[in-house]
């Protein structure tokens, strides 16, 4: 499957602005959207019968990419589904599926809860999960979770990369599925640079442009 170029690359204003407007889940959407991967995924996705037997394979193909049982057409730019106010301070918790129950003979047995319905055990791509032990200190739990947090938060932010690349990296990969030369983008992105430095760093910014679009977009 080909990929078509979802915008033109010589201009910049078809781009989102990086003046802390853009939401990180558009920014996310933006690189995904151009995977190919998903593409041809979600054709796949809106040839699945959209009933109780296709559910199943619809939902898995949405977790694939971390989308929560919605496929979003890769053509639309959902600009303002992104906008929408998330709250930072929210959280998710997931409890032990099962509970302690006194049986007829009054033996403690253990049983599967009742109110089952809003526990949600999957982890999304830009989550995680620890579990505390409540017959140890919670404290020294706590003070572990912190430290271990804050160096998964760190290697999210090395991976995402500098936000404000993100639409040269965009128009860059838009460029190669245009098929343009490195001599094109060279003169539309850097007029000003020499030709030959201007072709090895177009090279340099592509390859990081193609790891966002196919991996690193799970940690935007």
Do not use: C
Not at 72 to 85: A, I, K, N, Q
Not at 174 to 191: G, K
């Amino acid at each position: 499957m080909t990929m078509a170029a979802l915008a033109d690359w010589r201009n910049g204003t078809n781009y989102p602005a990086t003046d802390g407007t853009v939401l990180l889940s558009r920014w996310h959407w933006e690189f995904l959207r151009r995977n190919r991967e998903y593409q041809k995924d979600y054709e796949t996705f809106k040839s699945l019968p959209n009933d109780y037997e296709g559910l199943p394979q619809r939902e898995a193909l949405a977790r694939k990419y971390g989308l929560e049982g919605i496929m979003f057409d890769y053509t639309e730019t959902m600009e303002e589904l992104f906008r929408s106010p998330r709250d930072p301070a929210k959280i998710r918790t997931i409890q032990w599926q099962t509970e302690w129950e006194e049986n007829y003979d009054g033996t403690m047995v253990e049983v599967q809860r009742k109110d089952m319905e809003y526990l949600d055990p999957k982890i999304r791509q830009h989550e995680y999960g620890v579990i505390f032990n409540l017959r140890h200190p919670v404290d020294l739990q706590l003070e572990t979770a912190r430290k271990f947090l804050q160096r998964e938060a760190s290697r999210h932010h090395e991976k995402r990369g500098r936000i404000e690349n993100y639409p040269l990296y965009l128009r860059l990969i838009d460029a190669d599925a245009d098929n343009a030369s490195l001599d094109e983008i060279a003169e539309t992105l850097y007029p000003d640079v020499d030709r030959r430095i201007a072709r090895k760093k177009i090279e340099e910014e592509l390859k990081t442009a193609r790891k966002l679009r196919d991996v690193n977009y799970r940690y935007i």
